[in-house]
């Protein structure tokens, strides 16, 4: 899958899940602007495992390396 479209995929769960359009700002903290939260990264992680058959368990979740769109792209990306 190329860079785009996996762009294209994250940035469709991430707002299916928060309701938030992010696409404008890859670079905002979604969990310091409260977009994101504990609860929502399990769902981001079981979505991008159901559409793209990325699987990060739980207990490796490094929030820091997920906590912008431009880094959730970046990890995806890293792991296919």
Same mark, same amino acid.
């Given at each position: +899958?190329?860079?785009?479209?996996v762009?294209? %995929?994250?940035?469709? &769960?991430l707002?299916d899940? %928060?309701?938030e359009?992010?696409s404008n700002n +890859?670079?905002?903290?979604?969990?310091? @602007?409260? &977009?994101?939260?504990? +609860?929502? *990264?399990?769902q981001?992680?079981? @979505?991008?495992?159901?559409q793209l058959?990325i $699987?990060v368990p739980?207990?490796e979740? $490094?929030?820091? $390396?997920? $906590? %912008?769109?431009a880094?959730?792209?970046?990890?995806?990306? *890293?792991?296919?």
């Amino acid at each position: +899958m190329i860079m785009d479209d996996v762009k294209a %995929t994250v940035l469709s &769960i991430l707002q299916d899940l %928060t309701g938030e359009d992010v696409s404008n700002n +890859m670079d905002a903290n979604l969990f310091d @602007e409260g &977009i994101l939260d504990s +609860m929502g *990264s399990v769902q981001l992680l079981l @979505e991008l495992q159901n559409q793209l058959g990325i $699987e990060v368990p739980v207990s490796e979740f $490094e929030r820091s $390396e997920w $906590e %912008t769109p431009a880094k959730i792209v970046a990890k995806v990306a *890293s792991l296919q």
